[in-house]
């Protein structure tokens, strides 16, 4: 078997002894490996300039989209102003309806309270009203419950107490009643116009 041959390799040049010390092989590392730095840091400002330009197309087109979605919530300043306008004649008519709804209930209650009855406290709310007072006489007590039954604006009649006085002073037996109110429902001019703003918005608004 022959044996191959070694190679041989014969560097002429003779080495610089600066590059045995200790600043020449600090030199001789960042000349080897500072290539590699620069392209590192080109890379990174070659990314760092698409990524800028990404960006601002998304900026660009973030502004443009706020300017036009700006533009349509302006465009709905007018239908915004009749619905507070419309909010606001709601509220003053529901305040009023309850106001006339209390003072209707009172009449109606003075209206089919017989003599003999003398109420001392009168309780009105929304939807029902609470009676308590005197009676001087069963068959006044009975007119006051049978007027209620019949009466169109009042249902669910019931009697909470009925007592004898214990005021010697005092005839007849102290009661407390409840029933609920009920209303009757009408438009008025402000529901009317309401509900014609309604339509404006719903119509002619956009």
């Keep these: 078997m022959s044996k191959s041959s070694a190679q041989i390799k014969i560097n002429l040049i003779p080495k610089d002894p600066f590059f045995g010390t200790v600043p020449g092989r600090i030199l001789k590392w960042a000349l080897s490996a500072g290539r590699y730095i620069v392209i590192f840091t080109e890379l990174v400002v070659i990314v760092s ?54 003072v209707e209930t009172f009449a109606d209650i003075s209206a ?15 939807d029902t009203v609470i009676a308590s007072g005197n009676a001087l006489s ?14 169109p604006n009042f249902q669910n009649v019931s009697v909470d107490t009925v007592e004898s006085n214990d005021d010697d002073s005092k005839s007849g037996f102290t009661f407390s009643i409840r029933a609920n109110t009920q209303v009757v429902v009408k438009k008025s001019a402000v529901e009317k116009e309401v509900d014609t703003v309604d339509v404006l918005d719903r119509t002619g608004g956009l």
Excluded at 71 to 79: C, V, W
């Design 49 to 102: 300039f698409a990524t800028r330009f990404t960006l601002d197309r998304q900026v660009t087109d973030l502004n443009e989209s706020i300017s036009s979605k700006e533009n349509i919530i302006n465009s709905y300043g007018a239908l915004e102003k009749n619905v507070r306008i419309a909010q606001a004649k709601i509220a003053s008519y529901t305040q009023v309806k309850q106001d006339n709804t209390i």
């Design 112 to 126: 089919i309270t017989p003599e003999g009855i003398i109420l001392d406290k009168l309780v009105i709310n929304k």
């Design 138 to 151: 069963q068959s006044a007590f009975n007119l006051l419950i049978n007027n209620l039954q019949i009466s």
